[in-house]
Structures are given as structure tokens and as C-alpha cells.
């Protein structure tokens, strides 16, 4: 969203750079309509239909997916603009209507002849449509009679606002109703704008469930129903009406007892905008980008109310919040109505706009339409392709990505054992030589996350696999302790940190349906990883060395970047807009606490992984080479379960997967207590590294199922690992810390750590969805 002028205000429009976008998809459909009508243009009021279309239409088989043929495209196109003209902007207060807006008022009907396939190829198209829509669009049933206001309906209004102007919380009695829908658009026979054959192009394009009583002639709206009033002042009615201002729907806030369920109340929260002035009628030109954006700059620099509104009395600015108690069936009838489009899947904040009376608030209506079908951002885009050649190629090049970074990260066991033997240093501080590696790793994904967002994917690679690789090679020409800090730990780190986030999120990118399968495949590189570089260490260190063993694994990943910097492409347009933080992440609890499960369990995990090899060899008295194998046991029996367990995370959800697979880390985790000998070690390697491999795969895709907004992915996803990293920082040094004290204390204190992420990620199940036991999440 565009930056404003008042810091935390989210405007009702979207910003500059989203208005490329949806631009962008109308050229796609214009493109594809020109095939056979070279003369076609988009119009402002077609490209407000991309706004208020549900996203399902864009996707695959949809009426608005460029795979439709020219002629149905055009159709449906075409045979929107009545619906925009009139839902949107029917001006029945409009006495003198200067030229430009003529087209777009009723039309008395007169007689005209059937219209043949010739008008279809050669008649303009602005005459067929009044052929087709306006002669029959304002007939009127001759049993229908006009529904007379309800007074209980305006006291049960004025009661639920507790008779207080719920924009300025004012009590007076010359507090007026202002009504959404406005009473005299469609309250009776002679005034029944909204019904006719608009219903059919209306219900099918918007899915609002209001639409279809707005439209009934039957019910005539129900204007003057207790939802669709608010109490106002008599300042900011008179705004209202004027178009002065105007209210976007925020949020709905089930209310404490009642568990959510229908019938029970809920809190509508609304928002208050000042809108500018002088905004100029659109209708029927074709779109002009130049134009949009200042209109754009225009609605997101009004925070405060014009010269004219009066001085006296409370000032309502723009972010004000709007509360409103109501039933649950009332709240969806309004959210309909303030709100422009309603639907599930990942998107922009909703731009809502207000039905009003009067010249001037028509024409900002029809702004608002016009100008936020650049709001369409996420849903001018394909939806994800789900498989084919491209998106799984992406998969592959994400799993290189993966087994360079994370495989590598997770083999510093090994290096652990032979550090200990070949350094003076403990093996408390050795280790935090892996801890800084995985700080940096997971830390840098705050950056890189919004970098990928910002179309910045190729120059994060190339800037990143060139400081992993660097590192690899400066480590091994190090003679010291510090050498090994600085080049295995610090700079391979912040070149991993700075690849690996992105190249998950853009995986993310390509599927929905089978989103845990990619990202389960793609995070098997780290276990393959974490079981080939130790087999490589372990084989190559007798044989030729640190130094040359070292540059044989910078080599392996230098053949593997290669191939991703060719092959690997982000899906999405640039979102250029938006900060590094997402800080209102921090006020989503559900994510709180998910991100805060995975921190336990890393601070866990990785004292296991980085210590289990030193453990064999010092407590067990096992030799290097035999407890190397561990490392490459932990990972490699990881292996099955990132395959398979992604499948089931798409069946039934991957919170309700992820919590169980933390219960079986947990539960493992307590056996390390027993084990003693050389056989208890390797069975509790196989089965901890079954339990982590589950859990760690389905890490990312948890990440991306409590996010709403795809083009945030990247953001969200990096914030999360960045937060663990802190987790992968303290983990292996204080366990060591705790075990030169107490063996059993370190171990007690992985288990319970294991176990505290299990909690806190069965909180995160039923902030979701509840207590319900069989709802996929």
C-alpha cells in the first residue's frame, strides 16, 4: 500500500506500483481480444470489473482467464460496463448531468428491433448494450408495491450505536442515520434502480451474497434495514452525502462467548477516509496509467477534512476506526455492501467503496472503482500453475539451493568432531562456530525474504552463492580457531542466509494445491546435504586433507549454483512497495505463536544435530570415523519422511501435521536419557532423525499457510527464519554449556525445549480452526 502522509494509516487505495499490475492483465485480455477485434480498447469501467470479480475467475477455466477464447472474453467484458455503470454509479439525485454522464443514466425504454449478427459485428457497442440491458433493465413487476420504512429498524439502529455518533463518539439528538445503501435509490416501484437483468452478470462476476437482494425487485434493497444504517453528526452526515468522506470495511470481531458460531454477535470494525475533490468522470475512455496515478496520489495525500467541513466539534481524520456491534447475519450484509470484493485466497487489503447520494460522491465512486481495479494486484496474476515442466524445474533448482546451504550447514557435526580433536579450544566454544553459521543463515533471510518480494531474486543469488562459496574456499586455507569463525562461520553463513529463503518462497510461488509436496522435495536437500558433505569429509580428511577437502565442497557447490542461476526464475510481478518488516505480523497471534514453536524446537535441534557426533565419540567411545556416521545417519533417515510427509500435509493440512511431528521430536528426545552404548546411539539417530526430518520439511510450508497474502511470502517466511536464527545462535552453546555441568541436564533441557514447540504449535492449530478435530489446516 502507498505511504502516507499520517504514519499507520493503510489508505483505501492501493499504491504507485500496484497500479502496474493490473494494468498490466487488462493488456493481457486486450491483447488477446485484438486477435480477432484489432480495434478493442479497455475501458475504466472494465477495468473496475478486475476489481470487483471473485479471484476464481482468473484462474484456470475461468471467465476471465486469458485461455477463454477472443469472442467470450469481449462478451463478458463488454456486457459487464452496464453493471459497473449502474451497481456503482446510478446518480438518482443528479438534476442537470452534464454531458459525459448521460450514457451512464436510465434510458427511457423504446422500441427497437432484435438485434441480429450483423449489429453484433459492425454496431457499436455502446448501442447494443442500451438495446440489450437498458430497455428491460428498470421494468417493474405490476404486483410489486413499495416497502414503507421501518421505524423499529431505525430505533434498533440508534439503540446498537447507543444514540452516539459512532465516527466522533458524540451523543446528540440531532444525530442523523446514514445510510450505505442510500433510501431513495431503491425503496419503490417508481424508484428501483437496481433491479432488472443486471442480476445475471452481477451475481456471476462479484459472488456477493447482498447483490442479490439490491437487485430483487421483491425486496428493493432493504435500504432502510437497521445493517445498513449507521449514526453519524450532522457534519459528517453532510460529508457523506457530499462525498467528502467514506468508510473501507476493516475487519469482523467475534465477540467473547459467543465461540464465533452463526447467530451469535460480532463487532464490525470500519475505517474513515476523506476523500479529495474535483476528481473528473472516467466512464467510457480508455484507461490511462498517467491519469490513475494521480488519482492515486491525490486519495493517499488527504488525511484531514476539506477547508469547508466546520471547525466546532470533534474532527474525524482519515484511520479512524468505526465499531459496530451486530448480529453475525447483519455483519455480512454490510461487510457486502462497504466492502467491493469479498473472497478467499491471498490478496491486497480489500478497497471498499460507499454507495452514496449526490453529484460528487458519484463521481468519487466511480473513482474508487476505476482507479482500485489496480487493488487486483494478486488476482491479475495466474493463479499457481501446480506442476508442469517450469514449476517443477523450480522445485529441483530449490532443492540445489537447499543441499548447498542447509546440507552444508547441517554436516558441521563432523567438523565439530575433528575441530575438538585437532584445536585447544572446548567443544563448547567450537561450537559456536556452527551456531554462527546458522544465525547468519536463518538471520539474512529477513533481508533476502523481501528482496525475492521486490523482484530483486537474481542479484540476491549471485550476491549470496558468491559469499558461500567464498567462505568454503577462504576455510580452507585457515590455521586457527578465529580463521574458521570468520570464513565457515560468518561469511558462508550470510551467503546461505541470503539464498535460501528466497529460493523456498519463490517455490511457494509456482504451487497451492501440492504447495507441501514442493516444499517437501525441495527441503530433502537437507538431508541429502547433511548426509553427503560428512561421507565426503569423512572419506576425503584421512585421504587429502582439511585444506583440499574443504575445496572439494566448495567446488560441488559452485556446479550446483550454476545450474540455478541458469534455470531458477521468480513467478511474480515486483511488489515494490511494502517495508522489510511486516510489523503487523507481530499482532497476528496465530503467527506468533507458530514462529515461536519453531524457536524452541531449533534451539533444540540443533544441539542434537551438532553434538551428537562428539557425544558418540567422547561417552560412548566410539572412533572419528564411526561417529561421523551419526552426522550422515541423522540426516540421511530424514530423508523418507521429507518426501512422504509433505503428501499428508496436503491431505489434512500442514499445522495438523506439523504438531504431531514436534509431539514425536519431543517424545525421542526423552530417550537420549537411556542411551549408553553404541547400538542406543545409532538407534536414537535413526528415529530423532526421522521425527526432525518430518518436522523441519514442513517448517516453510506452515509459514506460507498462515500467510494471506502471496506477495508476502517472502517477507513473512524471511521475519520467521530470521527470528529463529536467534534460536540457531544460543542452541548448541548453551546445551554444551549445560553439558559440561551435567550430561542429563543438556538432554532434559533439548526434551523439554522439544516439547514447549509442540505446545505452542497445537496453540497455533486451534487459533485457526478451533478444537475441531477433522478441519484440514
Same mark, same amino acid.
Given at each position: 500500500m502507498a505511504s502516507s502522509s499520517q504514519p499507520g494509516i493503510p489508505h483505501p487505495l492501493p499504491g504507485l506500483n500496484d497500479l502496474g499490475p493490473c494494468i498490466s492483465y487488462g493488456e493481457r485480455l486486450k491483447g488477446q481480444?485484438?486477435?480477432?477485434?484489432?480495434?478493442?480498447?479497455?475501458?475504466?469501467?472494465?477495468?473496475?470489473?478486475?476489481?470487483?470479480?471473485?479471484?476464481?475467475?482468473?484462474?484456470?477455466?475461468?471467465?476471465?482467464?486469458?485461455?477463454?477464447?477472443?469472442?467470450?472474453?469481449?462478451?463478458?467484458?463488454?456486457?459487464?460496463?452496464?453493471?459497473?455503470?449502474?451497481?456503482?454509479?446510478?446518480?438518482?439525485?443528479l438534476h442537470q448531468p452534464d454531458d459525459v454522464w448521460k450514457h451512464a443514466l436510465h434510458q427511457p425504454p423504446v422500441y427497437r428491433p432484435d438485434l441480429t449478427l450483423k449489429d453484433y459485428q459492425e454496431g457499436d457497442w455502446e448501442t447494443i448494450s442500451q438495446k440489450i440491458y437498458y430497455d428491460q433493465q428498470f421494468n417493474t413487476d405490476a404486483k410489486l408495491e413499495t416497502v414503507s420504512l421501518d421505524q423499529d429498524e431505525v430505533r434498533k439502529c440508534m439503540e446498537r450505536d447507543q444514540f452516539s455518533c459512532v465516527v466522533t463518539h458524540t451523543k446528540s439528538k440531532s444525530n442523523k442515520l446514514f445510510p450505505f445503501i442510500p433510501l431513495t435509490w431503491n425503496n419503490s416501484v417508481g424508484n428501483n434502480n437496481a433491479t432488472g437483468n443486471l442480476e445475471e452478470v452481477s451475481l456471476a462476476m462479484t459472488d456477493v451474497n447482498l447483490i442479490k437482494h439490491i437487485l430483487s425487485a421483491w425486496e428493493l434493497g432493504r435500504s432502510h434495514k437497521a445493517w445498513n444504517l449507521i449514526c453519524v453528526d450532522p457534519n459528517v452526515y453532510t460529508g457523506l452525502i457530499s462525498g467528502f468522506c467514506g468508510f473501507k470495511y476493516h475487519e469482523t470481531i467475534p465477540i467473547?462467548?459467543?465461540?464465533?458460531?452463526?447467530?451469535?454477535?460480532?463487532?464490525?470494525?470500519?475505517?474513515?477516509?476523506?476523500? %479529495?475533490?474535483?476528481?473528473?468522470? *472516467?466512464?467510457?475512455?480508455?484507461?490511462?496509467?498517467? #491519469? @490513475? &496515478?494521480?488519482?492515486?496520489?491525490?486519495?493517499?495525500?488527504?488525511?484531514?477534512?476539506?477547508?469547508?467541513?466546520?471547525?466546532?466539534?470533534?474532527?474525524?481524520?482519515?484511520?479512524?476506526?468505526?465499531?459496530?456491534?451486530?448480529?453475525?447475519?447483519?455483519?455480512?450484509?454490510?461487510?457486502?455492501?462497504?466492502?467491493?470484493?469479498?473472497?478467499?485466497?491471498?490478496?491486497?487489503? %480489500?478497497?471498499?467503496?460507499?454507495? *452514496?447520494?449526490?453529484?460528487?460522491?458519484?463521481?468519487? #465512486? @466511480? &473513482?474508487i472503482i476505476a482507479s482500485a481495479g489496480a487493488s487486483f494486484l494478486p488476482n491479475s496474476i495466474p493463479p499457481p500453475p501446480d506442476g508442469g515442466l517450469h514449476a517443477w524445474t523450480q522445485v529441483a533448482m530449490g532443492w540445489i539451493v537447499i543441499f548447498a546451504t542447509w546440507g552444508y550447514v547441517n554436516s558441521f557435526g563432523s567438523f565439530q568432531a575433528h575441530y575438538t580433536s585437532i584445536l585447544p579450544q572446548t567443544p563448547f566454544q567450537i561450537s559456536w562456530i556452527g551456531s554462527i553459521q546458522v544465525w547468519f543463515t536463518f538471520f539474512g533471510s529477513a533481508f533476502s525474504g523481501r528482496l525475492l518480494d521486490a523482484g530483486f531474486w537474481i542479484p540476491t543469488f549471485l550476491v549470496g552463492s558468491t559469499l558461500q562459496l567464498l567462505g568454503i574456499f577462504m576455510m580452507s586455507l585457515s590455521t586457527s580457531y578465529w580463521h574458521l569463525m570468520i570464513t565457515q562461520g560468518v561469511v558462508t553463513g550470510i551467503g546461505g542466509g541470503i539464498i535460501f529463503a528466497p529460493s523456498l518462497a519463490l517455490v511457494a510461488t509456482y504451487f497451492e494445491k501440492r504447495r507441501g509436496i514442493a516444499i517437501g522435495l525441495v527441503t530433502t536437500g537437507n538431508s541429502l546435504g547433511g548426509t553427503v558433505y560428512p561421507l565426503v569429509v569423512r572419506t576425503l580428511l584421512p585421504e587429502i586433507g582439511f585444506s583440499w577437502t574443504s575445496r572439494v565442497l566448495g567446488f560441488i557447490n559452485l556446479a550446483g549454483f550454476a545450474l540455478v542461476a541458469v534455470f531458477m526464475r521468480p513467478r511474480l510481478p515486483p511488489r515494490q512497495t511494502g517495508p522489510i518488516i511486516d510489523w503487523s505480523a507481530f499482532k497476528d497471534v496465530l503467527y506468533v505463536s507458530y514462529v515461536s514453536g519453531l524457536f524452541f524446537f531449533v534451539w533444540s535441534v540443533y544441539y542434537t544435530f551438532y553434538y551428537l557426533a562428539s557425544f558418540g565419540q567422547e561417552e560412548v567411545g566410539m572412533s572419528f570415523a564411526d561417529s561421523s556416521i551419526l552426522t550422515t545417519i541423522i540426516n540421511a533417515v530424514g530423508l523418507p519422511t521429507r518426501v512422504l510427509i509433505p503428501f499428508v500435509a496436503d491431505r489434512i493440512g500442514?499445522?495438523?501435521?506439523?504438531?504431531?511431528?514436534?509431539?514425536?521430536?519431543?517424545?525421542?528426545?526423552?530417550?537420549?536419557?537411556?542411551?549408553?552404548?553404541?547400538?542406543?546411539?545409532?538407534?536414537?539417530?535413526?528415529?530423532?532423525?526421522?521425527?526432525?526430518?518430518?518436522?523441519?520439511?514442513?517448517?516453510?510450508?506452515?509459514?506460507?499457510?498462515?500467510?494471506k497474502r502471496l506477495d508476502t511470502i517472502g517477507t513473512r517466511m524471511g521475519m520467521c527464519f530470521s527470528l529463529i536464527s536467534f534460536a540457531g545462535l544460543s542452541g548448541p552453546p548453551i546445551g554444551g554449556l549445560l553439558q559440561s555441568k551435567s550430561l542429563a541436564g543438556a538432554h532434559v533441557w533439548a526434551a523439554l525445549s522439544s516439547t514447549l514447540a509442540a505446545v505452542l504449535l497445537v496453540m497455533a492449530r486451534v487459533l485457526k480452526v478451533g478444537w475441531k478435530v477433522k478441519t484440514r489446516c
Open positions: 481480444i485484438q486477435f480477432l477485434w484489432p480495434n478493442f480498447t479497455m475501458r475504466m469501467e472494465q477495468h473496475a470489473l478486475l476489481m470487483i470479480a471473485d479471484r476464481k475467475y482468473f484462474g484456470k477455466d475461468g471467465a476471465l482467464s486469458t485461455s477463454n477464447t477472443p469472442s467470450s472474453l469481449k462478451r463478458l467484458l463488454e456486457g459487464a460496463s452496464p453493471l459497473c455503470k449502474h451497481y456503482w454509479m446510478h446518480q438518482p439525485l467473547e462467548g459467543e465461540g464465533g458460531q452463526s447467530g451469535g454477535n460480532v463487532q464490525v470494525v470500519l475505517m474513515f477516509y476523506w476523500m %479529495p475533490q474535483g476528481i473528473k468522470a *472516467r466512464f467510457n475512455q480508455e484507461t490511462d496509467i498517467a #491519469d @490513475l &496515478e494521480d488519482v492515486v496520489r491525490a486519495f493517499n495525500s488527504v488525511t484531514h477534512p476539506p477547508p469547508s467541513y466546520p471547525k466546532q466539534g470533534p474532527v474525524p481524520r482519515s484511520g479512524d476506526k468505526v465499531h459496530l456491534l451486530m448480529t453475525r447475519e447483519d455483519a455480512e450484509k454490510l461487510k457486502s455492501t462497504v466492502k467491493s470484493e469479498d473472497h478467499d485466497g491471498p490478496t491486497l487489503e %480489500p478497497i471498499a467503496t460507499l454507495r *452514496r447520494q449526490g453529484t460528487r460522491s458519484e463521481m468519487q #465512486d @466511480l &473513482e500442514p499445522l495438523n501435521t506439523i504438531a504431531p511431528a514436534g509431539l514425536c521430536v519431543a517424545i525421542v528426545a526423552y530417550t537420549w536419557l537411556a542411551v549408553h552404548n553404541e547400538t542406543g546411539v545409532y538407534i536414537f539417530s535413526i528415529f530423532y532423525g526421522i521425527a526432525s526430518g518430518a518436522f523441519q520439511s514442513l517448517m516453510p510450508t506452515g509459514v506460507a499457510s498462515i500467510t
